[in-house]
């Protein structure tokens, strides 16, 4: 796919999907008008073209780090990292699934990519974090009802949670294209 081409079906679909996040988080704020978020996630899953829209709240997060540290998994939540890393797993989240999108086919991802799952993979990552970036600056953003230590958080799939979290806190700061 001719590069100014690829550049242009970026551009639409972030126009696309902040308007989604937009509209998909003004519905479950006014479903939830007494949640409190420390977070929001994208929990994306770039080989595939999907992301995920995700919150939690403080309550959700300590109800979920006391049955873990109380189950089966006892020994692995126990350290501040470990305790962090869990935090910010959208995975473990009690609001993981707030809305989904399929932002690109496999056919799309074919044309942009052929079979270069790397260059797939970090371009798709820099594009999600566009759309963070994007998201941040909408004012349905600016109404989330967030705690005072609020951080969002964009990773992929199969990211260290703790590495995504660093990026993201980055990635808002600066900008970065595919």
Known sequence: MENNIKEELLERRLRWLVAELSNDTEEFLAAHPELKFYS??????????????????????????????????????QTAEEILDLKFNTGDWEYQDVASYQVFSSDELMAMFGDDVDSLIECMMDFNYKVLRAFVATEVFKIIPKTSDFQPICLDHEDDVLEALERTKEVLLTERSC
């Open 40 to 77: 929001v996630g994208l929990d994306c899953n770039s080989e595939y073209g999907t992301m995920l829209l995700c919150f939690n709240t403080q309550e959700e997060f300590e109800k979920t780090l006391f049955k873990y540290q109380n189950g089966d998994f006892a020994d692995s939540y």
